[in-house]
């Protein structure tokens, strides 16, 4: 019964959207709204280089001329991109040297978020790179990381150490011009965690990052890239929180990954930004560009999402398999719940030869949200032998909710196997009444069954995540039934 | 919007106007609101959701055709085979040359009484022609907005309305026959009064580079069923486009049946709306391509109501650089509760450039309900084929076999035996001409 305790006790535990406070730090700001100048402010506070500057305002000036897209099942008052900050930096500028001198107010922010942010507390082997807002406050575990030859540190600090790295990949695997929201990340993109992983090296830990919204009306674009050289290993976690607030708060991040011969990235998201309130109102629209590019023969990206929070989310990791015998792995759970919208899902992109993907999709709606799933296969005509898996199963509580899937399969080359499965059903009631009948409450009967349902997909997480994903399931879920 | 392609439209309806059937009355009127539409919109293209697989604006522009002239005289049915596939099932037969109507060549006797049957001009006057042209699904606006073409310029069609509780004896059988180059466009209204029955087949074949754009409007009522056989092999330049758009009621039954072989470009479009509680409708097909034939199948089922059933199995063996598309929609609307739909679609690429595009989508909003889709591509399996030669069947009479079994799941489904077996026996005569 251990796991039924666990799951009285979360339930219980968490009433409400717990990360939704909000902490009191000086913070200096870009001036609202944008324009070239915030462009420009932005780079001079980060101090960067010139051709950075010129790739920014190139970004920003083709983002003027582009419209949002307009294609995806979500709904959403216009965004008036004007009325937001776009950078925003806790004050307290100076360079640290330890853990020591962060703001305690910070520290005591990342505790409440339960990260292992002071390395006393941590849990062995994660280095964490928090950012808070849009600048990096610390990165854990640098030395052991440096030993290894494995670079992590914020973004802003590669342009400057490491700038032939930065200048080498960033932007060629999702490029300026990519999509409203990549484009607009590319012009203004603040902070953001770079990795590279030389060759033949595993990482020795996990490495992980934190991102939280802190300040009013602003947004959050950070940009991540992470090479793994050839042969390398690396496994990167992501978790994400912001305040609760009434008004819709945008994240418009970019991930790049690419991975080399023989190389293997392995990347997970638990993202819970902050839903919005039972009416729809307040909440992150979170408007993500992800996409890793297998550009090695024999490389693999895997991409494992647990997707809990934000008023909105668009949001498509992809994979590129361009390297002969690469794999591309999507594995995701999305649910959605009040008013959420979710219009998430993946792209494989076959283009070498030999390569197999695989999409594992777990769709979970309740209350009175949205769920889509819209993915793409695609062969190319060079591409023999691929291989590809998809199975996306939808799972309705409540009569109030909706539940899609737009799958696009496209095939230029007859060696290709493709298959694709959906299935839309509720919980069932022979399910539910075997749990009830056995004593457990109808709500957390419900939570039992939904992580069997997400369980190919939990599997996948590494361990301490997993247990925390799986905790989110249940409270996500909360109010869902009765 | 004044494009070049869409001009030809324009210029043939201010031409024709007075002399379409039902000038100076509702549909005049009608027309001209389509007509406008239609230049609003121009023709559909890729970037429309969609079309996002098949470029008709290209396709036209490409072709540029002229309306088809009236043909009087004689007509000689095409070598085909599809001409006289279903040449022995007893059945009432209404040909139909250049899209236009040919009583002489027709042979229509002794329909049962409460069965009525007419060219378009006889009944767009009736209450019932008008609810049926004017109905809109608006399920997938992109897809159904080609409709104004058809309604802007149909000159003619069969209408056929079946009493309440009257059995139509035999076959309905369409033949429609492209003898001249050019466009036609026709429209079908059928009507099923409750517990009524038909068997309707269509066939479409020709030589010559023709456009086809042809709209069938149905409704069927309670306890009423429609059976609908189409056979599609029209020339390697012609551009097939056809619509079809029922309604069921409670406990309505529609089966409907497509087989593609022809034409360089064709797209069948089905939207299948559900109005009362219990209905069932099937819609499948299959399709057979080489060369650089385009099919696009598409599919829009609408659960606005509880309990109905939906299945849709399309499958297909595209050769050469020939290429296919599915795009199905399965929509279960709020409270449509005990829906249960079933969405398939299986290729077999036989070609190094042989495609395939598909989507099979599925939007619910209801949460009792079973809603399934799958989707596979792929070639023939080598074990399959080592197995049938291991047993002394040569390469080339094993991959026949295999793809004719592929295919057989498919056109099983056909509603009625003797078109089964003759839509069966084309198929396997069409690989006679195709080199596996």
């Known amino acids: 019964?251990?796991?039924?305790?666990?799951?009285?006790?979360?339930?219980?535990?968490?009433?409400?959207?717990?990360?939704?406070?909000?902490?009191?730090?000086?913070?200096?700001?870009?001036?609202?709204?944008?324009?070239?100048?915030?462009?420009?402010?932005?780079?001079?506070?980060?101090?960067?280089?010139?051709?950075?500057?010129?790739?920014?305002?190139?970004?920003?000036?083709?983002?003027?001329?582009?419209?949002?897209?307009?294609?995806?099942?979500?709904?959403?008052?216009?965004?008036?991109?004007?009325?937001?900050?776009?950078?925003?930096?806790?004050?307290?500028?100076?360079?640290?040297?330890?853990?020591?001198?962060?703001?305690?107010?910070?520290?005591?922010?990342?505790?409440?978020?339960?990260?292992?942010?002071?390395?006393?507390?941590?849990?062995?082997?994660?280095?964490?790179?928090?950012?808070?807002d849009s600048v990096s406050v610390v990165t854990t575990f640098k030395e052991k990381l440096a030993e290894a030859g494995v670079i992590f540190c914020p973004m802003s600090e590669a342009v400057r150490n490491h700038p032939e790295l930065v200048k080498k990949y960033l932007g060629s695997v999702v490029p300026t011009s990519d999509n409203f929201y990549a484009t607009l990340n590319s012009a203004v993109f603040s902070e953001g965690s770079f990795v590279y992983i030389p060759e033949g090296v595993r990482c020795p830990m996990e490495l992980s990052t934190y991102f939280r919204?802190?300040?009013?009306?602003?947004?959050?674009?950070?940009?991540?890239?992470?090479?793994?050289?050839?042969?390398?290993?690396?496994?990167?976690?992501?978790?994400?929180?912001?305040?609760?607030?009434?008004?819709?708060?945008?994240?418009?991040?970019?991930?790049e990954l690419i991975a080399h011969d023989d190389a293997e990235i392995k990347y997970s998201t638990v993202q819970n930004w902050f839903p919005g309130d039972e009416e729809g109102k307040g909440g992150v629209y979170n408007f993500v560009t992800k996409r890793g590019d297998c550009r090695g023969a024999n490389s693999k990206i895997s991409w494992t999402q647990v997707e809990t929070g934000s008023a909105i989310t668009w949001k498509y990791p992809s994979c590129i398999l361009r390297g002969d015998n690469s794999r591309g792995e999507f594995y995701s759970i999305a649910i959605s719940n009040g008013r959420q919208q979710v219009d998430s899902g993946t792209k494989m992109i076959h283009l070498g030869r030999n390569t197999t993907s695989r999409i594992i999709s777990k769709g979970i709606s309740a209350g009175r949200s949205s769920n889509t799933y819209r993915g793409l296969v695609s062969v190319h005509r060079k591409a023999e032998n691929v291989r590809n898996f998809t199975q996306c199963d939808s799972l309705l509580i409540g009569d109030r909710c909706s539940a899609h899937t737009v799958p696009y399969i496209e095939t230029k080359n007859p060696t290709a196997i493709l298959e694709h499965e959906a299935t839309t059903s509720k919980i069932s009631d022979d399910q539910l009444f075997y749990c009830m009948q056995r004593g457990i409450g109808e709500e957390e009967a419900v939570a039992l069954i939904v992580n069997g349902f997400c369980r190919d997909v939990l599997q996948q997480l590494p361990m301490e995540f997993a247990v925390e994903a799986q905790k989110l399931v249940g409270i996500s879920l909360e109010g869902s039934v009765g | 919007m004044s494009e070049k392609e869409t001009q030809y439209f324009i210029e043939a309806y201010e031409e024709k106007r007075a002399a379409l059937p039902g000038a100076g009355g509702w549909l005049a009127r009608r027309r001209e609101a389509a007509m406008d539409a239609f230049r609003e919109a121009g023709l559909p293209h890729r970037r429309l959701e969609d079309w996002k697989y098949t470029d008709l604006r290209q396709t036209l522009e490409k072709a540029a055709f002229a309306p088809a002239p009236a043909h009087e005289g004689a007509v000689v049915l095409p070598g085909r085979r599809s001409a006289s596939a279903f040449a022995s099932i007893d059945r009432h037969v209404l040909i139909f040359v250049n899209g236009r109507y040919r009583a002489d060549l027709s042979q229509v006797a002794h329909l049962p009484k409460g069965v009525e049957l007419h060219a378009l001009a006889d009944v767009v006057h009736e209450q019932w022609a008008k609810d049926l042209v004017e109905r809109r699904f608006d399920d997938a606006r992109q897809a159904e907005n080609i409709v104004d073409l058809n309604t802007a310029l149909m000159s003619d069609g069969a209408c056929l309305r079946v009493r309440k509780g009257v059995k139509l004896d035999k076959p309905l059988h369409l033949l429609f026959v492209a003898q001249d180059a050019g466009a036609s466009h026709t429209r079908n209204l059928v009507l099923l009064e409750s517990e009524a029955e038909a068997t309707i087949?269509?066939?479409?074949?020709?030589?010559?580079?023709?456009?086809?754009?042809?709209?069938?409007?149905?409704?069927?009522?309670?306890?009423?069923?429609?059976?609908?056989?189409?056979?599609?092999?029209?020339?390697?330049?012609?551009?097939?486009?056809?619509?079809?758009?029922?309604?069921?009621?409670?406990?309505?039954?529609?089966?409907?049946?497509?087989?593609?072989?022809?034409?360089?470009?064709?797209?069948?479009?089905?939207?299948?709306?559900?109005?009362?509680?219990?209905?069932?409708?099937?819609?499948?097909?299959?399709?057979?391509?080489?060369?650089?034939?385009?099919?696009?199948?598409?599919?829009?089922?609408?659960?606005?109501?509880?309990?109905c059933t939906s299945h849709t199995l399309f499958k297909g063996a595209l050769d050469g650089k020939s290429e296919g598309v599915f795009q199905g929609k399965v929509i279960v609307r709020p409270h449509a509760q005990k829906s249960?739909?079933?969405?398939?679609?299986?290729?077999?690429?036989?070609?190094?450039?042989?495609?395939?595009?598909?989507?099979?989508?599925?939007?619910?909003?209801?949460?009792?309900?079973?809603?399934?889709?799958?989707?596979?591509?792929?070639?023939?399996?080598?074990?399959?084929?080592?197995?049938?030669?291991?047993?002394?069947?040569?390469?080339?009479?094993?991959?026949?076999?295999?793809?004719?079994?592929?295919?057989?799941?498919?056109?099983?489904l056909t509603p009625h035996d003797l078109a089964r077996d003759a839509l069966k026996l084309l198929v396997s005569e069409w690989f006679g001409e195709v080199a596996l």
């Open chain 1, 1 to 132: 019964m251990a796991a039924v305790k666990e799951t009285v006790e979360t339930v219980g535990e968490i009433e409400k959207y717990k990360y939704g406070f909000f902490t009191d730090i000086e913070s200096e700001k870009a001036p609202i709204g944008l324009t070239e100048d915030t462009v420009r402010f932005i780079s001079a506070k980060k101090d960067e280089p010139e051709w950075l500057l010129k790739w920014r305002l190139a970004a920003f000036r083709r983002w003027q001329t582009m419209t949002e897209p307009t294609w995806a099942k979500v709904t959403y008052p216009p965004i008036d991109f004007q009325d937001a900050y776009y950078y925003s930096a806790p004050k307290q500028t100076a360079k640290l040297d330890s853990l020591d001198q962060v703001d305690p107010k910070l520290l005591e922010t990342y505790e409440k978020l339960g990260i292992p942010l002071t390395e006393q507390k941590m849990l062995a082997g994660v280095a964490v790179d928090a950012v808070f």
């Open chain 2, 340 to 412: 249960d739909g079933r969405q398939m679609t299986h290729a077999l690429l036989l070609s190094r450039d042989a495609a395939m595009n598909a989507k099979p989508e599925l939007e619910i909003y209801a949460d009792d309900v079973q809603c399934a889709h799958g989707s596979t591509v792929g070639e023939l399996s080598k074990d399959s084929i080592f197995y049938l030669r291991s047993r002394g069947i040569p390469e080339d009479e094993a991959r026949r076999l295999l793809v004719l079994a592929f295919l057989d799941e498919a056109l099983d």
């Open chain 1, 213 to 255: 919204i802190n300040e009013k009306q602003t947004g959050q674009f950070e940009r991540t890239l992470i090479i793994a050289d050839k042969g390398s290993y690396v496994s990167y976690l992501e978790g994400c929180t912001a305040p609760q607030r009434d008004e819709n708060q945008l994240h418009a991040a970019v991930v």
């Open chain 2, 201 to 307: 087949i269509e066939t479409h074949v020709g030589e010559v580079a023709s456009f086809t754009d042809i709209v069938t409007d149905i409704a069927i009522g309670e306890g009423a069923r429609l059976n609908h056989v189409k056979l599609q092999d029209e020339a390697s330049d012609a551009v097939h486009l056809a619509t079809m758009r029922a309604r069921l009621a409670a406990d309505a039954k529609l089966s409907s049946f497509a087989l593609t072989l022809g034409c360089g470009v064709s797209r069948g479009q089905s939207f299948v709306l559900f109005s009362g509680e219990g209905a069932e409708a099937n819609i499948d097909g299959a399709y057979a391509l080489r060369n650089k034939q385009h099919a696009d199948q598409f599919c829009v089922i609408d659960h606005a109501v509880p309990a």
